[in-house]
C-alpha cells in the first residue's frame, strides 16, 4: 500500500477534534465512536450515571471566565444561566462577580461561600423577603428595577438604577429586554430612569453607584452596545449635571451571543473588548466625564458551551414522511426549542456507522407533540434503540429551566475534569418528587 491509500486509515486510528464552537474545548471524537471530555468516556459515564445527564465540561467554564476576566471589566456571571454550590464555587474561584435574580439564587450563593459583597441583586419583583435577605447578608449591590422598590430596600445599600434605553439588540422577542414596551428597567426617553435616579438620591441610606442596562440575551451584534454606552454615558453627564454627581460604574449587563449549531453567529468578545472602551472614552471626554469602570453579565457565553446533554435512544419510529428518534428525555431538560425555536445538532456516541446520514427528527419523552428537540438532525440511517446521542452546548438555561413535566425527575449534572467526574447535582428521584406532595 501506498502512503495515500494508508492515509485515511490511519487518520480514522487517530481521536477527532469537534468543532470547537459548539463543543467543549476538550471534546474528541475517539476511532471507537465514543466522546472524550476531559478525558472522561462519555459511553463509560453513561454505564455508571444513567441518562439523561447534563454534563460539564470544568475546564471550559474556566476558560470562558478568563476570557471575559482578560478585559478592562468587572465580571459578574448571572447565575439564571447556571448555579449551583459547587459554580458558585468556581466563579468566586475564577475572580468573577455574580448576578442573582431570587431568594433561591442568593441562598445557594451565600451557602456556597459566595462573598456577599461581590453579589449583585436584580429583579423586576422583587419581593420584601428577597430584599430583606439581601439585607441580612450584606449584598454588594441592588439593580433598582422600579420606582416602587426604591422606598422598600433596606439601607444602608448601593444600588444601580436599570435603565431601558430602547435598543433593539435583535434577538427572539421573549429575551429582548432593551426595547420599550417590555417588563424591564425604566425608561430612558418615557423619563422614569430620571424619577428613579432622583428618588434614589433623596434617599440618604441609600448610595448611587452607578447605572444598568441588559439588551436581552443571544445578542450576536457589537453595535447594540455602543449605542447603550452613547445614550447612558449621556444619562451620566444629565445627572452630574442636574444632581452634582458622578457615578463610579456602568453596567452593560450580559447578552452575549454563542453559537449552537456550527456556523451560527456567535458574539464578537475581541471585537467588544477594541471597541466599547473605545466608545466609552471617547462619549466621556465629550461630556467632560471620568469613564466610569464597566461591569458585563455574561451568563450564556460562560455556560453554554461547558456543557452537553447525554440521551438514550429509547424507540426509532419510522412514519411514512419522518424518521422519530425518541429519548429519554426531552422538553423538561430542554424546553428552548419550544419556546424560542432554538436549533441544535445531536451526535451519535459509543459506535461508529458507515450507514448513510439521514434528516430525522429527535424527540422527547413527554405528552406534547411540540416536545421535538431537534426538527431536522443529521444521523446515520441505522440509529437504534439504546444508541446514545450528545447535544452539545446545554451549560446555560437548560438545568436552570429544567421541570418535572409529567413528573419525569431532573436530569444530575455531573462535571467533569482531569478525566474525572464529579456529582454537583444528583439525579432527582420519584422519592424527590413525592416528597413535596403531602398525602
Ligand atoms: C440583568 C441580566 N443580566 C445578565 C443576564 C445574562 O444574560 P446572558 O446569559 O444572555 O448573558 C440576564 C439574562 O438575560 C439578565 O437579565
Ligand atoms: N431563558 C433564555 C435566556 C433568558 C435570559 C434571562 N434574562 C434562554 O434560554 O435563551
Known amino acids: 500500500m501506498t502512503l495515500a491509500e494508508l492515509l485515511p486509515t ?41 441518562t439523561p445527564g447534563y454534563l460539564l ?16 471589566a468587572e465580571i459578574a456571571y448571572a447565575g439564571k444561566a447556571f448555579l449551583c454550590r459547587r459554580m458558585a464555587r468556581l466563579i468566586a474561584e475564577e475572580g468573577l462577580s455574580l448576578d442573582v435574580c431570587s431568594a433561591g439564587e442568593l441562598a ?17 419583583a422583587k419581593t420584601h423577603q428577597e430584599l430583606r435577605a439581601a439585607a441580612r447578608a450584606g449584598v454588594g449591590r441592588v439593580v433598582v428595577d422600579s420606582l416602587a422598590e426604591i422606598d422598600r430596600i433596606p439601607g444602608p445599600q448601593d444600588v444601580l438604577v436599570r435603565v431601558t434605553p430602547g435598543i433593539d439588540g435583535r434577538t427572539h422577542r421573549a429575551v429582548a429586554t432593551g426595547v420599550e414596551d417590555q417588563k424591564f428597567g425604566l425608561s430612558l426617553a418615557g423619563g422614569q430612569a430620571a424619577v428613579a435616579v432622583a428618588r434614589v438620591l433623596a434617599r ?33 453627564a444629565e445627572i452630574a449635571v442636574r444632581h452634582g454627581v458622578t457615578l463610579p460604574q456602568l453596567n452593560l449587563g450580559g447578552g452575549h451571543a454563542v453559537a449552537y449549531c456550527p456556523g451560527d453567529a456567535a458574539f464578537d468578545l475581541p471585537g467588544f473588548a477594541a471597541r466599547i472602551p473605545r466608545v466609552l472614552a471617547y462619549e466621556c471626554r465629550k461630556h467632560g466625564l471620568v469613564p466610569p469602570r464597566l461591569t458585563l453579565e455574561p451568563g450564556r457565553a460562560i455556560a453554554a458551551r461547558a456543557g452537553l446533554t447525554l440521551y438514550r435512544v429509547v424507540t426509532v ?46 424527540v422527547g419523552r413527554h405528552c406534547e407533540a411540540g416536545d421535538v428537540l431537534i426538527p431536522d ?25 429544567a421541570s418535572t413535566y409529567n413528573l419525569v425527575p431532573r436530569p444530575p449534572v455531573l462535571a467533569l475534569e482531569d478525566g474525572t467526574t464529579e456529582v454537583w447535582i444528583r439525579r432527582e428521584t420519584e422519592a424527590d418528587l413525592l416528597h413535596r406532595d403531602i398525602a
Not at 108 to 124: C, K, V
Not at 206 to 235: D, K, M, N, P, T
Not at 321 to 326: D, H, I
Open 317 to 362: 419510529k419510522h412514519s411514512s414522511t419522518r424518521t422519530y428518534v425518541a429519548v429519554d428525555g426531552g422538553f423538561s431538560d430542554n424546553p428552548r426549542p419550544e419556546l424560542y425555536g432554538s436549533r441544535y445538532t445531536a451526535r451519535l456516541v459509543g459506535r461508529t456507522s458507515d450507514a448513510q446520514k439521514r434528516s430525522m427528527s429527535v
Open 57 to 72: 465540561d470544568v475546564p471550559t467554564v474556566r476558560e470562558r471566565c478568563r476570557a471575559y476576566r482578560a478585559l478592562d
Open 10 to 50: 490511519y487518520r480514522r486510528s487517530l481521536p477527532e477534534k469537534l468543532c470547537t464552537s459548539v463543543w467543549p474545548t476538550s471534546a474528541e471524537a475517539m476511532p471507537s465512536g465514543d466522546l472524550v471530555v476531559s478525558g472522561v468516556s462519555l459511553t463509560e459515564l453513561a454505564d455508571r450515571f444513567g
Open 204 to 236: 440618604p441610606e441609600l448610595r448611587l453607584v452607578g447605572l444598568h442596562c441588559h439588551l436581552g440575551s443571544q445578542i450576536a451584534e457589537v453595535s447594540g452596545y455602543e449605542e447603550a454606552v452613547r445614550r447612558l454615558v449621556a444619562f451620566l
Open 377 to 401: 438532525a443529521q444521523l446515520p440511517s441505522d440509529i437504534r434503540a439504546g444508541d446514545l446521542l450528545a447535544v452539545p452546548c446545554t451549560g446555560a438555561y437548560h438545568h436552570s429551566m
Open 108 to 124: 445557594t450563593a451565600l451557602s456556597a461561600g459566595f462573598p456577599a459583597e461581590r453579589i449583585l441583586l436584580h429583579g423586576n
